[in-house]
């Protein structure tokens, strides 16, 4: 699955694009693949919630990530359950859902994940959703070092100021601020190569 940059706030598109990978993780069980490949390196910025959304069924944990502010207070969590995706702060707010929603047979399966140096933003927050899961390797380069959230300010004539104002955390609370290193680095052309070689000695 290669993943590239998208950056929108139309819902409905963004539920499309949620529910087209989960009907990808769905085919992996059908057709017995043997893992799951996610590449991240041209996953540059944007929006991360349609993709995680759609991966949410690999990863089996209530918590993916949080967002601390500068002073390193934990300010909101993002969270998932029964295929609806939600962040929690001080209010509870649906960020994305899927149409229909079981735990794949893939998600017992090994899943790689690249990075590089251009997997930024929204691409190492997809990262940090999926680190450190027991069926989960990185492979690749470390990313680019910027793994940010935002607040986005709507004005009068329709155009929009997005703030970066706080970093992400992981589900082990540890805080990310710059770049994030892979499991088994390697030069990002090899990547592929090292993951399939991983999933072919399972």
Not at 32 to 42: A, F, N, P, W
Not at 133 to 156: C, D, E, M, W
Request: proline share 3%; glycine share 8%.
């Amino acid at each position: 699955m290669k993943l590239k940059s998208y950056n929108s706030t139309d819902a409905a598109n963004s539920h499309r694009i949620s529910d087209s990978l989960y009907n990808c993780l769905l085919y992996f069980d059908r057709v017995q693949v043997k893992g799951t490949i996610i590449d991240l390196r041209e996953m540059e910025g944007g929006t991360y919630i349609p993709f995680v959304t759609g991966l949410a069924p690999l990863i089996d944990a209530e918590q993916l990530i949080g967002f601390a502010d500068r002073n390193g207070k934990k300010s909101r969590t993002v969270r998932y359950k029964n295929g609806i995706y939600y962040q929690q702060g001080r209010k509870k707010s649906r960020l994305g859902y899927l149409s229909r929603y079981e735990r794949p047979g893939v998600a017992d399966l090994p899943i790689a994940v690249l990075t590089g140096q251009y997997t930024a933003s929204s691409g190492e927050m997809i990262l940090l959703s999926l680190k450190g899961l027991s069926q989960v390797r990185t492979f690749g380069a470390a990313t680019y070092g910027v793994p940010t959230g935002k607040t986005n300010f709507f004005l009068s004539d329709s155009s929009m100021i997005s703030l970066t104002n706080t970093v992400c955390c992981d589900r082990q609370k540890r805080i990310h601020s710059g770049p994030i290193q892979p499991d088994s680095s390697c030069a990002e052309n090899e990547a592929m190569q090292s993951a399939k070689a991983w999933i072919d000695g399972h």
